[in-house]
């Protein structure tokens, strides 16, 4: 059975995309539409901007959603998915994808959740680290320990945990965690705690944008990173999309639970490699390739 899988922030790079606007006429109308949608000319910045242009979160996450969700739809009656999964921001690439979500309506919401998570991340001052080479329990324990907000963020394969919260609380954690065995505790070039209670805010704020849009019953079923469980019901969608902000990325539990459905073919659709290195390490019996 075959998994697509879409990324996430960080996975951006200048001149992603540009192959696709100038081969396709269908990807050139889609990120002509997407320029308009957003007011500002995205492609612009993707093409030939600047690695600092491209890490302000307004316009990474629209940046990597475009890039993930043109690429699906060019390949036309070749995506063929008996599951989708994506990694944080690119859940919302995996529900426009699997056609729970139009492409309008997906560029919206990416939108309004980067802008939302901008406005969070300037009202407190945040941060987040890698930590290398602890086991997950370990961390969870030092996390809760700190008394400041540290939390974990993403589980990205065994061994490789991002926690996420203040300045103060991150530095004191990293400190602790190489102390309990650590390899390595790296501090992340991020605007903010994402996926943390920090992002209480933006959590709000995009709610009500969710509960606004129209989503339908995705063509497969979607891991969704709040649960790493399979969905269908548009209503669960929404809910877990919310709870997304503040929750962490339950990215080993998906995958697993991808391979544990029947998973033997993982694509990455979008900039990078990332998350095929993440899949490789969660499942080595599987195949594991990328169209960028």
């Known amino acids: ?39 500002f000319r995205i492609t612009d910045l993707m093409f030939s901007g600047t690695d600092e242009d491209l890490r302000q979160t307004k316009v990474t996450q629209p940046a990597i959603f475009l890039h993930s969700v043109i690429l699906a739809v060019t390949l036309g009656e070749d995506f063929k998915p008996d599951m989708v999964a994506g990694h944080s921001l690119g859940e919302f690439s995996a529900l426009v994808a699997s056609k729970a979500l139009s492409f309008e309506d997906g560029l919206r919401l990416v939108a309004a959740r980067s802008g939302a998570m901008q406005k969070a991340c300037e009202m407190k001052p945040s941060t987040m680290a890698a930590i290398l080479g602890l086991d997950d329990a370990k961390v969870e324990e030092i996390c809760k320990s700190i008394g400041e907000v540290v939390v974990p963020a993403n589980y990205n394969s065994p061994g490789q945990l991002v926690i996420s919260g203040s300045i103060k609380g991150i530095e004191t954690a990293c400190e602790q ?25 933006a959590r ?30 548009p209503e669960t969608i929404k ?23 029947g998973a033997d073919q993982f694509v990455e659709l979008g900039p990078g ?12 019996e599987v195949t594991v390739s990328g169209l960028s």
């Open 1 to 39: 059975m075959k998994a697509y899988v879409f990324p996430g922030q960080g996975a951006q790079f200048v001149g992603m995309g540009k192959n696709l606007y100038d081969s396709s006429p269908m990807a050139k109308e889609l990120f002509e539409k997407a320029n308009e949608i957003l007011g």
């Open 177 to 201: 965690l190489k102390a309990a065995g650590a390899r390595r505790a790296l501090p992340l070039k991020v605007g903010g705690a994402f996926h943390s209670p920090l992002m209480e805010p």
């Open 204 to 233: 709000i704020e995009l709610a009500e944008a969710i509960h606004a849009t129209t989503i339908n019953a995705p063509m497969c079923p979607i891991y969704q990173n709040a649960t790493a469980q399979p969905v269908t019901d």
């Open 239 to 261: 809910a877990n999309l919310v709870a997304q902000l503040t929750a962490p990325v339950l990215w080993t539990q998906i995958v697993q639970h991808m391979i544990a459905d």
């Open 273 to 284: 490699s990332v998350l095929q290195g993440l899949v490789q390490k969660i499942g080595k």
